[in-house]
């Protein structure tokens, strides 16, 4: 989101706080009605902190991602290594969406556990897995 639409949703939050205090000195609306619109003001605000929070896994992370990819690791730091079809099955699930795939290849947990991530990216077709994303850049990577 960007900080012109994050400015706009404060100025709209903003004007409807205004009025809600000014209908409260007033004592025109009812208190119920008052309610209702802090009830849809706090709403409002949850739901905007939820869509900053999903990313490429959406809402798993992709450290999260990565643990499902345990049966793998052999597989990503040896090119010659075969594939296990646990790992397979599992990658052409990340593989559907390609963004996480990439961002579980270059994750941190993946690093720390030596994956390498120019062999991780060669899986999906060391698995021969006909619908997956062929020349998707991943970083510096580019899956064949």
Same mark, same amino acid.
Request: glycine residues 6%.
């Given at each position: 989101?960007? *900080?012109e639409s994050t400015e706009c949703l404060f100025l @709209? *939050?903003?004007r409807v706080v205004q009025c809600l205090v000014h209908c409260i000195e007033e004592m025109e609306v009812p208190m119920k009605f008052i309610c209702f =619109? $802090?009830? =849809? =003001? $706090?709403l409002g605000i949850n739901g905007f902190?939820? $869509?900053?929070?999903?990313g490429e896994c959406g809402k798993s992370s992709p450290d $999260?991602?990565?643990f499902k990819l345990a049966s793998c690791a052999t597989a990503a730091q040896?090119?010659?290594a075969q594939v296990p079809d646990s790992c397979c099955s599992q990658v052409k699930t990340l593989g559907k969406n390609p963004a996480c795939l990439c961002a579980v290849m270059l994750s941190n947990t993946a690093k720390s556990s030596g994956i390498k991530p120019e062999i991780a990216v060669t899986i999906p077709k060391r698995c021969n897995i006909a619908d997956r994303p062929v020349g998707y @850049?991943?970083?510096p990577y580019t899956l064949p």
């Amino acid at each position: 989101m960007s *900080i012109e639409s994050t400015e706009c949703l404060f100025l @709209k *939050i903003a004007r409807v706080v205004q009025c809600l205090v000014h209908c409260i000195e007033e004592m025109e609306v009812p208190m119920k009605f008052i309610c209702f =619109l $802090v009830f =849809l =003001l $706090v709403l409002g605000i949850n739901g905007f902190n939820r $869509v900053d929070g999903a990313g490429e896994c959406g809402k798993s992370s992709p450290d $999260v991602e990565a643990f499902k990819l345990a049966s793998c690791a052999t597989a990503a730091q040896d090119a010659n290594a075969q594939v296990p079809d646990s790992c397979c099955s599992q990658v052409k699930t990340l593989g559907k969406n390609p963004a996480c795939l990439c961002a579980v290849m270059l994750s941190n947990t993946a690093k720390s556990s030596g994956i390498k991530p120019e062999i991780a990216v060669t899986i999906p077709k060391r698995c021969n897995i006909a619908d997956r994303p062929v020349g998707y @850049k991943c970083g510096p990577y580019t899956l064949p």
